[in-house]
Protein backbone atom coordinates (compact mmCIF):
# COMPACT_ATOMS: atom_id res chain seq x y z
CA UNK A 1 0.00 0.00 0.00
CA UNK A 2 1.43 3.17 -0.39
CA UNK A 3 0.43 6.02 1.82
CA UNK A 4 0.96 9.45 1.66
CA UNK A 5 3.83 11.44 3.43
CA UNK A 6 1.83 13.74 5.57
CA UNK A 7 -2.04 12.86 6.85
CA UNK A 8 -4.02 14.63 9.13
CA UNK A 9 -5.73 13.11 12.76
CA UNK A 10 -8.05 14.28 14.61
CA UNK A 11 -9.59 13.02 17.54
CA UNK A 12 -12.85 14.48 19.54
CA UNK A 13 -11.13 14.29 22.83
CA UNK A 14 -8.54 16.24 21.90
CA UNK A 15 -10.88 19.41 19.96
CA UNK A 16 -8.17 21.96 20.26
CA UNK A 17 -5.62 19.87 19.06
CA UNK A 18 -4.02 19.60 15.16
CA UNK A 19 -2.62 16.63 14.26
CA UNK A 20 -0.66 15.69 11.69
CA UNK A 21 1.27 12.23 10.79
CA UNK A 22 4.42 11.95 8.89
CA UNK A 23 4.39 8.24 7.48
CA UNK A 24 7.86 8.02 6.21
CA UNK A 25 11.27 8.03 8.21
CA UNK A 26 11.62 9.30 10.74
CA UNK A 27 7.94 8.50 11.65
CA UNK A 28 5.88 10.81 13.97
CA UNK A 29 2.65 12.62 15.34
CA UNK A 30 2.82 16.65 15.76
CA UNK A 31 0.34 18.72 17.11
CA UNK A 32 0.53 22.14 15.58
CA UNK A 33 -1.23 23.65 18.00
CA UNK A 34 1.97 23.25 20.78
CA UNK A 35 5.06 21.61 17.96
CA UNK A 36 4.79 18.80 20.44
CA UNK A 37 6.28 15.15 18.48
CA UNK A 38 5.35 11.53 19.21
CA UNK A 39 7.91 10.09 17.44
CA UNK A 40 7.83 5.78 16.60
CA UNK A 41 11.39 6.06 16.23
CA UNK A 42 13.52 4.90 18.71
CA UNK A 43 16.85 7.10 18.25
CA UNK A 44 20.53 6.16 19.31
CA UNK A 45 23.32 8.36 18.98
CA UNK A 46 24.28 9.48 15.70
CA UNK A 47 21.11 8.99 14.65
CA UNK A 48 20.00 11.51 17.25
CA UNK A 49 22.10 14.02 15.50
CA UNK A 50 20.79 13.73 12.01
CA UNK A 51 17.42 13.71 13.53
CA UNK A 52 17.61 17.14 15.58
CA UNK A 53 18.91 18.38 11.87
CA UNK A 54 16.02 17.78 10.18
CA UNK A 55 13.36 18.34 12.81
CA UNK A 56 12.89 22.08 11.55
CA UNK A 57 12.65 20.91 7.74
CA UNK A 58 9.90 18.41 9.08
CA UNK A 59 7.76 20.87 11.00
CA UNK A 60 8.09 23.28 8.17
CA UNK A 61 6.78 20.60 6.04
CA UNK A 62 3.89 19.25 8.09
CA UNK A 63 2.54 22.96 8.62
CA UNK A 64 2.84 23.21 4.85
CA UNK A 65 0.41 20.11 4.60
CA UNK A 66 -1.83 21.00 6.84
CA UNK A 67 -2.27 24.78 5.42
CA UNK A 68 -2.70 23.53 2.18
CA UNK A 69 -5.40 21.14 2.91
CA UNK A 70 -7.21 23.60 5.15
CA UNK A 71 -7.28 25.92 1.90
CA UNK A 72 -8.61 22.85 0.03
CA UNK A 73 -11.36 22.34 2.46
CA UNK A 74 -12.28 26.08 2.36
CA UNK A 75 -12.17 26.13 -1.30
CA UNK A 76 -14.77 23.10 -1.83
Known sequence: MNLPKFL?????????????IHTEFPR????LVDDEI??????QGADQ????NEVASLIEQASA???REMER????
Not at 8 to 16: H, R, W
Not at 28 to 31: A, E, L, R, S, V
Not at 38 to 43: I, L, N, Q
Open 49 to 52: EELE
Open 65 to 67: FYD
Open 38 to 43: EWFEDF
Open 8 to 20: MGDNTDFNEDIFV
Open 28 to 31: FIIN
Open 73 to 76: YQND
